[in-house]
């Protein structure tokens, strides 16, 4: 005998169907979501909605900051070049940041080099420079790529 609450074998193909459907329709959210770090402007925009933040935007003669306040009391700069690249994230608030929202296809990369900074080990990827500081309620920290940074424009610029 059969439980009530199992499905009949003529519906299982169409639940396992939906399953599918909802798993994929996830996936592509999350990947609408994508963060910035490497990308151009409109990924900025997405992350304004994913992390429901302000955004003020300050344009310069080599690059352009876009500020993301969140409801947090965290700051974000990001830094995007006349080339459309986000080449930096500065942060600086009571939280830290989204790190897999902020940095996407660079998220492993970070979560390596964190995982080295713990064990007292010197960083192994020079592509990718991590900075952070802070204790509860005041952190900050800067990621950015150095191979990115626009000709003339050095990496104590960026803060």
């Known amino acids: 005998m059969r439980a009530w609450f199992l499905v009949p074998r003529s519906m299982t193909r ?34 304004q909605q994913s992390l429901a933040s302000t955004l003020k935007a300050e344009p310069g003669a080599q690059y352009s900051v876009y500020t993301h306040s969140l409801a947090n009391g965290t700051v ?47 960083p192994t990827d020079t592509g990718l420079v991590v900075e952070m500081s802070g204790h509860m309620g005041a952190l900050r920290g800067r990621i950015y790529l150095p191979a990115q940074l626009p000709e003339g424009v050095t990496p104590g610029e960026v803060k």
């Open 14 to 47: 169409w639940v396992r169907l939906l399953q599918q459907s909802v798993c994929a329709s996830l996936l592509l959210v999350s990947c609408a979501a994508q963060a910035v770090l490497g990308e151009g402007l409109a990924s900025i925009y997405q992350a």
């Open 76 to 122: 974000v700069r990001e830094y995007l070049s006349r080339q459309d690249v986000v080449f930096a994230l500065v942060w600086q608030g009571p939280a830290w940041p989204d790190y897999e929202l902020m940095l996407g296809r660079f998220y492993d990369r970070f979560a390596t080099l964190s995982k080295q900074r713990r064990a007292g080990q010197a």
